[in-house]
C-alpha cells in the first residue's frame, strides 16, 4: 500500500497571469479529455465567463491550434497542435535519456530519485523516478519544494556568493515545517558552507517528518550548475549513513546527467564558483 505523504500541489484550471498563460491553461483542460468539449461544457469546466471563453476559443482557432467540428459547436485539436505534439515525442530523446538515468539509478538504490531546478526561491521537479517499495513519499513533476529546508535547494543557495545569498534570503520567509527545520540565517549560512566543502546536502525530516533526503549538483562546466539530482526515502529505510553510502551512485548519475547537458547546451564559459567535487564526501 502506498504511503502518499505530502502536501498537494495541483494547479489551480486556467492558472496563469498573462493571456497567454491562461491560454495555455486552456489548452492542457482541453488536452486532457478524451471527448470534443463544447462552449458550455469548457464554461462548466473552467468556471470562466462564457463571452471571455468564446474569444479565447476563437484567437486558438485563428492559429489552428484549435479546430471547430463540423457541427460548429465543439471543439478538437488543431493540425498545428498535433503536429507540435508529435515533434515532441519523435524529438524527446534529451528527456528520455535524463529519466533513463534516474531510471538506472533507482534501480542501483531502490528509493526514489529526481531531478530538480532553482526558480526564484524555491527548487522545482524536473523529473521523478518512484521505487516500488510500497512505503514512500510521492512529489510529483512541477512541485515546488523550499530552498532552505531541501536538501537540492541547500546546494543551489551554496554555490551563490555570499552577496547573492544574503540578497535572496533577507527576503525568503524561512518557514519552519518540522521540528528539525534551521529558520536562524546564522546557522543555516553556516550549514550551507559544510554543504559547499562536502559537495552534498541532507534534508534530514526539514521539509517533512519522516522523509530524508541525499542530494549532488549535476556538474556544469560553465561554472555554477542549475541541476541537482536526490535520493528520497523514509527514514524507517534511508539512514544518514546509508545515504552518504549512496554518494557514488549519486554522483555517477550526476555525471551521467552533465554528459546528457554537454551534449544539448552550448558552451559558453564560467566561473568556476561551482560546489567541490565531492570524491571522498563520505569521509568528511
Not at 505534439?85 to 534501480?107: D, K, P, Y
Not at 512541485?143 to 532552505?148: E, G, K, L, M, N
Amino acid at each position: 500500500m502506498d504511503m502518499i505523504s505530502s502536501p498537494k500541489f495541483e494547479p489551480e484550471k486556467l492558472e496563469g497571469d498573462t493571456p497567454t498563460m491562461r491560454l495555455f491553461a486552456l489548452l492542457e483542460v482541453i488536452a486532457e479529455k478524451d471527448q470534443l468539449l463544447s462552449l458550455q461544457a469548457l464554461v462548466e469546466e473552467t468556471g470562466l465567463p462564457k463571452p471571455t471563453l468564446h474569444r479565447m476559443l476563437q484567437q486558438l482557432e485563428s492559429v489552428g491550434v484549435l479546430q471547430r467540428e463540423s457541427d460548429g459547436r465543439h471543439y478538437s485539436t488543431g493540425v498545428r497542435l498535433r503536429r507540435l505534439a508529435s515533434n515532441l515525442l519523435i524529438n524527446n530523446t534529451f528527456h528520455g535519456a535524463r529519466r533513463m538515468v534516474l531510471r538506472q539509478l533507482v534501480e542501483e538504490v531502490g528509493e526514489s530519485c529526481n531531478l530538480t531546478a532553482f526558480s526564484g526561491s524555491e527548487v522545482v521537479y524536473l523529473d521523478r523516478v518512484e521505487t516500488a517499495a510500497p512505503l514512500r513519499f510521492y512529489l510529483h513533476p512541477g512541485s515546488r519544494v523550499p530552498a532552505h529546508c531541501s536538501s537540492s535547494g541547500k546546494l543551489f543557495l551554496a554555490q551563490m556568493t555570499p552577496v547573492q545569498r544574503r540578497r535572496l534570503l533577507g527576503h525568503m520567509e524561512l518557514t519552519r515545517f518540522t521540528d528539525k527545520t534551521e529558520t536562524d540565517p546564522v546557522k543555516l549560512e553556516r550549514e550551507l558552507e559544510l554543504v559547499r566543502r562536502n559537495g552534498y546536502a541532507l534534508d534530514d525530516e526539514e521539509f517533512l517528518p519522516g522523509l530524508l533526503c541525499v542530494a549532488v549538483l549535476v556538474p556544469n562546466p560553465n561554472g555554477r550548475s542549475n541541476l541537482a539530482v536526490a535520493i528520497q526515502a523514509p527514514i524507517i529505510r534511508l539512514t544518514h549513513d546509508k545515504a552518504l553510502h549512496f554518494l557514488p551512485a549519486l554522483q555517477r548519475a550526476a555525471q551521467a546527467l552533465a554528459a546528457i547537458e554537454s551534449e544539448t547546451m552550448p558552451t559558453t564559459g564560467g566561473n568556476g564558483d561551482a560546489l567541490q567535487s565531492s570524491n571522498s564526501a563520505a569521509h568528511t
